[in-house]
């Protein structure tokens, strides 16, 4: 077994008095990835915002390659590893790619060459500025940006949405070679329930602030009763996703 990189023990997590995540625990070895599925509202952005440092921990602990991280700061997590993909595409809109990509650079394994490799969309647009690319080569950029920070640990929040099938699918084959192929662990937040359980190797449901199923992807895409319990929603509207780069 690898061991373990991300830790959740005993999670309670909210805004204010208001607690949205409560008795979360999970992990995730090196190299793993984890699928979090649930429908609209349940928790799943508070939960990738809590390991980030973002939202208060009222309770529980978070552990990160060996080390309690739960009062540590959220720009020192980004430091130690923690990488975060936001669904809002924060691209710097008046520096070109390139300057987008190499702003926050760490050294590691993710280069400009690398990057551009895995998105040859990026080095076609390299001189490009950042307000000039579609909705879905800004989120490329997004996800580029933060692999040239070289994390051990990838947290995607809905990567998809809204994208153009053509970009979808590169997005996917990306997202899966970094996986498989360069051990990067993830862990995905995505609507489309069946994308993301063909994505990871592991699944957890949220429901009402809690975990209320987890099982491996490939046993949970086969669980069509579980699925059309806790992700209805998500499953019909999977065939006819065209995303908002094309009107419905």
Do not use: C
Not at 189 to 195: G, R
Not at 205 to 222: C, M, T, V
């Amino acid at each position: 077994m690898a061991e373990t990189l991300l830790e959740l023990k005993g999670v309670r997590a909210g805004y204010g008095e208001a607690v949205v995540l409560d008795a979360i625990a999970l992990s995730l070895p090196a190299g793993g990835s984890l699928a979090v599925l649930g429908r609209n509202g349940v928790g799943k952005t508070t939960l990738l915002l809590t390991v980030m440092g973002i939202v208060r921990l009222m309770r529980g602990s978070i552990h990160f390659d060996g080390a309690d991280i739960s009062h540590v700061p959220a720009h020192k997590r980004a430091h130690l590893g923690l990488g975060w993909v936001p669904q809002e595409r924060d691209v710097f809109p008046s520096l070109t790619v390139e300057e987008n990509l190499t702003v926050a650079a760490r050294r590691g394994r993710w280069d400009l060459p690398a990057v551009y490799a895995l998105f040859p969309r990026l080095r076609e647009r390299r001189r490009n500025m950042g307000n000039q690319l579609s909705g879905g080569e800004q989120q490329m950029l997004t996800i580029a940006r933060t692999l040239m920070t070289n994390p051990s640990v990838l947290l995607l929040d809905e990567p998809l949405e809204g994208l153009a099938p053509i970009i979808v699918e590169e997005l996917t084959a990306a997202i899966r070679h970094m996986s498989r192929d360069e051990g990067i662990a993830l862990v995905l937040v995505e609507q489309h329930a069946e994308m993301a359980l063909g994505l990871t190797e592991e699944a957890i449901i949220i429901e009402r602030g809690q975990i209320a199923h987890r099982a491996p992807s490939a046993k949970l895409l086969d669980d069509r009763a579980a699925l059309d319990r806790y992700v209805a929603l998500q499953l019909d509207d999977m065939h006819g996703h065209n995303g908002r780069d094309h009107p419905h």
